[in-house]
């Protein structure tokens, strides 16, 4: 009877310690997603002219509708690949930090708009990936 409780036990803290890494793994990677790219977007500006005005409106639109939704979709297959449960909502746990982070700086109707929309979109990723990666599994499985 013990043995079955240590079973269970180890079984679901090995689970949680895997998800824990997951979404950590998935914060960090956000984070320097985000830092990398917007160091390439910036040097991009600035080797076409970045004292420029026009630049860094332009450079600030390519993050908000290019960097940040390819960062939130690559979590979003990220946590669908390698989550185990099929828990879909992690990708928006993961993502959460990072749009925290950048609506620290300026809290406007907008920006809280669009961290929806990127949330969505990573949840959706995650949910597509894993119901994708299920039904590749039942494939292999039927045809093995």
Do not use: H
Not at 33 to 62: K, S
Not at 95 to 111: C, M, R, T
Not at 122 to 137: E, F, G, H, V
Request: aromatic share 14%.
């Amino acid at each position: 009877m013990f043995e079955d409780v240590r079973f269970f036990r180890s079984m679901l803290m090995s689970l949680m310690s895997k998800t824990v890494l997951i979404v950590v793994a998935a914060v960090i990677l956000s984070f320097t997603l985000a830092y990398f790219g917007n160091c390439v977007i910036y040097c991009f500006a600035i080797g076409r002219g970045g004292n420029n005005r026009d630049q860094f409106v332009i450079t600030g639109l390519i993050q908000v509708f290019v960097l940040l939704p390819a960062i939130s979709t690559l979590i979003g297959f990220l946590i669908g690949c390698f989550d185990e449960r099929n828990r879909w909502w992690l990708a928006a746990v993961s993502l959460a930090p990072l749009l925290a982070y950048g609506l620290s700086d300026s809290f406007a109707g907008p920006l809280l708009f669009l961290c929806l929309i990127y949330l969505i979109l990573a949840c959706a990723s995650a949910l597509l990936t894993a119901s994708m990666k299920d039904r590749w599994r039942r494939g292999v499985l039927k045809s093995g």
